[in-house]
């Protein structure tokens, strides 16, 4: 799987020997288990999905070319959509921190039995509406979101360390789906707009 990854332009060695050390299988149901090193995407229960390992080194990547994280070590990381935790798990390699929110009671408590055997002391996990953010933890050298709604929520911008990146899905005006990568530099925000994706939709609330 990482060879693949590796081939299709990942070239950052830290994520790559992040997805080599995370165990993918170990995050989706044993049904399932003889596709987990697929790059593909997986049903993780209430309509969710473990999102392909090739896009989850590649949002990871460009995370990791935040100005701030030139500077330094990538810091504090805000993870808006835990899922079954995977991802969260590969940032805990990357980051010295991580906050990971999710509005599904379900897999919050599906991503915490998963990660409980890693024994990740700098992964917090959190219940509640990602697109609030988590302003407690803030400000975050890095935001990424592993859902897309038709604009990035002032929360995250607001949240987001002078230097840090965002990189999240963003519906665009063809209807699509497109990866945003945002930078906030002392002048203000920075925006790219990148390849299409497809993400399950941003909503707001619990569940």
Same mark, same amino acid.
């Given at each position: 799987?990482? +060879?693949?990854?590796?081939?299709?332009?990942?070239?950052? @060695?830290?994520?790559?020997?992040?997805?080599?050390?995370?165990?993918?299988?170990?995050?989706?149901?044993? @049904?399932?288990?003889?596709?987990?090193?697929?790059?593909?995407?997986?049903?993780?229960?209430?309509?969710?999905?473990?999102?392909?390992?090739?896009?989850?080194?590649?949002?990871?990547?460009?995370?990791?070319?935040?100005?701030?994280?030139?500077?330094?070590?990538?810091?504090?990381?805000?993870?808006?959509?835990?899922?079954?935790?995977?991802?969260?798990?590969?940032?805990?390699?990357? @980051? +010295?921190? =991580?906050?990971?929110? #999710? +509005?599904?009671?379900?897999?919050?408590?599906?991503?915490?039995?998963?990660?409980?055997?890693?024994? *990740? !002391?700098?992964?917090?996990?959190?219940?509640?509406?990602?697109?609030?953010?988590? !302003?407690?933890? @803030?400000?975050?050298?890095?935001?990424?979101?592993?859902? &897309?709604?038709?604009?990035?929520?002032?929360?995250?911008? #607001?949240?987001?360390?002078? &230097?840090?990146?965002?990189?999240?899905?963003?519906?665009?005006?063809?209807?699509?789906?497109?990866?945003? =990568?945002?930078?906030?530099?002392?002048?203000? *925000? +920075?925006?790219?707009?990148?390849?299409?994706?497809?993400?399950?939709?941003?909503?707001?609330?619990?569940?």
């Amino acid at each position: 799987m990482v +060879r693949k990854i590796e081939a299709q332009g990942v070239k950052s @060695a830290l994520v790559l020997r992040a997805l080599n050390t995370v165990e993918r299988h170990r995050f989706i149901d044993s @049904a399932l288990a003889a596709q987990a090193y697929e790059d593909t995407s997986l049903p993780i229960g209430l309509g969710q999905t473990i999102s392909k390992p090739g896009v989850v080194a590649r949002m990871c990547e460009l995370l990791l070319g935040a100005e701030i994280a030139r500077q330094a070590p990538l810091g504090r990381v805000l993870e808006i959509g835990t899922g079954c935790g995977y991802q969260a798990a590969v940032l805990s390699l990357m @980051a +010295r921190e =991580v906050y990971s929110i #999710e +509005r599904l009671r379900g897999l919050h408590e599906k991503a915490r039995a998963n990660l409980r055997p890693f024994r *990740l !002391a700098n992964v917090h996990l959190l219940f509640g509406d990602g697109m609030a953010g988590y !302003a407690k933890g @803030a400000p975050y050298a890095g935001i990424i979101a592993a859902a &897309g709604g038709e604009m990035i929520p002032d929360a995250w911008c #607001e949240q987001l360390a002078i &230097g840090g990146r965002l990189v999240a899905p963003m519906v665009t005006r063809a209807g699509q789906q497109a990866l945003v =990568v945002l930078d906030r530099m002392p002048q203000g *925000l +920075r925006r790219t707009v990148l390849e299409d994706v497809h993400f399950v939709p941003l909503k707001s609330g619990i569940a």
